[in-house]
């Protein structure tokens, strides 16, 4: 039995942000289905995450990967500045791409405030 979603959601665990996201789903995603992977860092460790795409590309046949990353995100400690969050997640984005080029790829970095900021290409 196959279950057919349209998207994957990676962000951090950081309960701090979790109302933010959900509010961003309900709006950004209505009516859409997602898979959800919460993990510290968000794509830090991005091995872990490649994995989780993998399945989610493999059983649930997404076509849109949603990738977001905080501020002042303990996993990534002092490193946690924007350039870095921005860096990781174009890093995050070419791997996978270079996996599943039929993708699309989303960035977003989220502010204590809750503003996702978009993140383009550099």
């Keep these: 039995m196959s279950h057919i979603c349209d998207a994957i959601v990676v962000c951090c665990i950081d309960f701090r942000f979790q109302k933010f996201i959900r509010d961003w789903t309900d709006k950004n995603l209505a009516g859409k289905t997602f898979d959800l992977v919460g ?27 949603v990738l977001i990353h905080h501020e002042e995100c303990g996993a990534y400690g002092s490193e946690s500045t924007p350039d870095r969050h921005r860096n990781d997640l174009f890093k995050a984005k070419s791997s996978i791409l270079s996996l599943n080029p039929h993708l699309t790829v989303d960035l977003y970095y989220l502010t204590l405030s809750g503003e996702f900021i978009s993140v383009s290409n550099p």
């Design 39 to 65: 993990y510290a860092g968000s794509t830090k460790d991005l091995d872990t995450i490649l994995k989780q795409i993998d399945i989610s590309v493999r059983l649930h046949r997404i076509t849109r990967v």
